[in-house]
């Protein structure tokens, strides 16, 4: 006690670190889904460990930009918001490298995300991310997207034709489902819900969890094809100034507590897919399971996509992916 007194008295500095800070958090989904519980989970984690004297508040529904998620990383650099737990998708129009984990089909698996975030990939993209006056502290997970529409079950590219699928915000999507013959629109979550449900488009893709919770089904969309296409990671990330306003002991407290909480999120989130696909199946959903055939010929049939994104991506950055997923 004695010892903290003659700090601050010595310091005025360190006393007025000592205060009490409220920081930011952005979102795009609440936590009804786990990734608005990854960010909860940290604010939780971080109120618990500093006694009270740094406090996360999330705001969810990507509210801090007006729902536009893809300005959501702006807003960050700007110091309009001052940590997020962001999807990949959302940051790459700002972040090239970022486009890395939607390329198609390159991750077949949960053992080829960990490869690539835990490995050399996840390094590079994330020096990426610090070369753009963002400090990324750890990683979570949206999930495997997978494809659903309102009118049939998609089993080959061909039945992908002329079906309007709402994608999200990044160029790299509306080329992958151009490939693959179908008629893509670019536009938030916000108006994903209100465009399935008046039918102004026909389908969309989203994780599992995404699917469950938001009730897609709901909104007509009866046809659900698990092909795993792509994944999007979860980033927990900071505002450069904000971070280096922190005391040292205040940033390692952040980036522990980040990473527990993504840790815990991406068990979690994994652990419940079983789950939300049997209540997904249980609603009525028509659930597609494709066979290797019909794997590759996705696969095919989306291979201008690496052709025009690998070198906005990185030649050397896709290359070590590529070799990290082989290796997982
Ligand atoms: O907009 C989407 O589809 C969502 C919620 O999954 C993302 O923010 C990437």
């Known amino acids: 006690m004695a010892g903290v007194l003659g700090l601050a008295l010595l310091s005025p500095l360190m006393a007025s670190d000592a205060e009490a800070r409220e920081l930011s958090v ?12 990854a960010a ?49 998708i959302n940051w790459s129009p700002q972040v090239p490298e970022l486009n890395l984990f939607s390329l198609p089909f390159l991750m077949p698996d949960h053992a080829a995300i960990d490869a690539l975030t835990q490995g050399e990939s996840g390094k590079q993209v994330f020096a990426a991310i610090e070369s753009k006056g963002i400090k990324p502290l750890a ?3 949206n999930g495997f997207r997978e494809v659903s529409n309102s009118s049939k079950s998609i089993t080959s590219p061909d039945d992908l034709k002329g079906l309007k699928i709402r994608v999200v915000g990044s160029p790299l999507f509306q080329d992958t489902f151009t490939a693959l013959g179908a008629n893509p629109t670019q536009m938030s979550w916000a108006d994903a819900k209100p465009a399935l449900t008046t039918g102004a488009v026909d389908g969309q893709e989203n994780p599992l969890s995404v699917f469950d919770v938001a009730r897609i089904d709901q909104v007509g969309q009866t046809h659900l094809t698990l092909w795993h ?12 100034r904000v971070w280096k306003s922190l005391s040292e002991q205040e940033r390692t407290l952040l980036t522990e507590t980040a990473k527990e909480a993504g840790a815990w999120e991406i ?25 290797e055939d019909a794997m590759q010929a996705f696969r095919d049939a989306t291979q201008s996509v690496y052709a025009s994104w690998t070198p906005k991506i990185g030649e050397s950055l896709v290359e070590t992916a590529r070799a990290e997923v082989e290796a997982s």
């Open 229 to 240: 296409y792509m994944a999007d990671p979860l980033i927990f990330a900071a505002n450069q």
């Open 139 to 141: 990683w979570g997970e």
């Open 267 to 291: 068990a979690m989130s994994r652990e419940g897919n079983a789950q939300r696909l049997a209540d997904i199946e249980a609603r009525g959903v028509n659930v597609v399971k494709l066979d």
């Open 40 to 88: 909860e989970k940290w604010a939780e984690l971080v109120e618990e460990r500093s006694g009270g004297e740094l406090t996360l508040r999330v705001y969810p529904n990507a509210q801090l930009v007006a729902g536009d998620q893809t300005k959501e990383f702006s807003a960050m650099r700007q110091g309009l918001i001052d940590l997020a737990v962001g999807s990949t």
């Open 26 to 37: 952005s979102t795009v989904l609440s936590d009804a889904f786990p990734w608005g519980q």
